[in-house]
């Protein structure tokens, strides 16, 4: 009976366990970010893409630039970059920009148009 | 002999420069309400001149275009609950242009956008005459990148870089303060329309500098948002 009892333990633990990782990803940045370690991080923004597509160098480009207009503190030092001539050219790049924009933007301010 | 007192002439002249004092005083006071209540005119001089400043009438351009901008701006004037322009209630969108012309399509959304943004900030801005903000601007320091948007476009095609003034312009006039919109307004230049529609480069660029730059006023110039800062 206890045996069953510590396997019923263990299953529920390893259960647990698995919400570590949302723990690690609300703590750590996508690699393809390059996102140094002694920067202030967006507070619980989880789900960034992690790649290096034109579409996830908009979402990059526009997630930080809209970072550094409606957080607080040390984020506020992230600076804006818009790349005019990809954003002109390519079309994945501006979904991504507009994409990051948008998600970014709602982290920390829901009253925003 | 009796030597006459001077004691009444000393205490009249003592009443006389009181009296004097209290006149003076009381005048102070006065000037000091005066003043106060003064310092509500700057509350009239926005519900005044906001209206006012709204182009309501289109910008030079071709028909269309006007059209546009005209159904455009009524209807998100409208839809923003000013009590006036409420009461007319209707759509403002062609049936016909909205469905063969892509320009009046793009046209009405910017103006629409423009329009419904501007009304809100009619009531936002307190008093500021006797309330001085010594609060250190950080979002908008000079020489920031930040700052640099609102001023310069990022690099990019030429035409990019012209839509991004226009539409950093016209969300500056949309969001901000008075002195914003006396100096700012609705900017997108009809030059830059190539058949059917605007310039690609050209509404790539007014678009994302429009809502660039009004949001960035919306957080930096309304009061009840100024603690995000």
């Known amino acids: 009976m206890s045996c069953i009892i510590r396997i019923i333990i263990i299953i529920f633990s390893l259960f647990s366990l698995n919400s570590c990782f949302l723990v690690s990803e609300s703590l750590t940045m996508p690699d393809s970010w390059n996102w140094p370690w002694w920067k202030a991080r967006p507070y619980m923004a989880r789900g960034l ?7 996830h160098r908009g979402f990059r480009d526009g997630c930080q630039t809209y970072l550094g207009m409606v957080s607080q503190g040390p984020l506020r030092n992230s600076f804006g970059k818009y790349d005019g001539w990809k954003l002109t050219s390519s079309s994945m790049y ?3 920009v507009y994409d990051g924009e948008e998600h970014c933007a709602y982290i920390y301010d829901w009253d925003i148009i | 002999m009796m030597e006459k007192s001077t004691a009444r002439i000393y205490m009249t002249g003592i009443l006389f420069n009181m009296r004097n004092i209290s006149r003076e005083f009381t005048k102070l006071l006065i000037m000091s309400i005066f003043l106060l209540i003064l310092s509500s005119c700057d509350k009239i001089s926005y519900s005044i001149s906001k209206p006012w400043l709204l182009e309501i009438e289109p910008p030079p351009g071709p028909p269309i275009y006007q059209a546009a901008y005209v159904d455009g701006c009524s209807l998100g004037v409208q839809e923003n609950h000013h009590n006036i322009e409420a009461m007319r209630n209707s759509m403002y969108k062609h049936p016909v242009y909205n469905k063969t012309s892509n320009l009046y399509r793009r046209m009405w959304r910017s103006a629409y956008t423009y329009c419904y943004l501007w009304w809100p900030k009619l009531n936002r801005n307190s008093a500021s005459f006797f309330k001085p903000s010594l609060r250190l601007r950080s979002k908008g320091l000079y020489g920031s990148h930040k700052w640099q948007y609102l001023k310069k476009s990022p690099q990019g ?6 839509g991004w003034n226009h539409g950093c312009d016209t969300g500056k006039a949309a969001t901000g303060k008075s002195q914003h919109k006396i100096k700012y307004g609705f900017k997108k230049d009809p030059r830059y329309i190539e058949g059917d529609k605007f310039n690609k480069e050209y509404e790539k660029g007014w678009e994302t500098a429009f809502w660039y730059c ?4 919306d957080i930096y110039e309304s009061p009840e948002r100024k603690r995000l800062m």
């Open chain 1, 49 to 55: 893409p992690d790649g290096d597509t034109d579409y």
């Open chain 2, 214 to 217: 009004q949001r960035f006023y």
């Open chain 2, 157 to 162: 095609p030429r035409n990019f870089r012209v």
């Open chain 1, 94 to 96: 501006a979904s991504g």
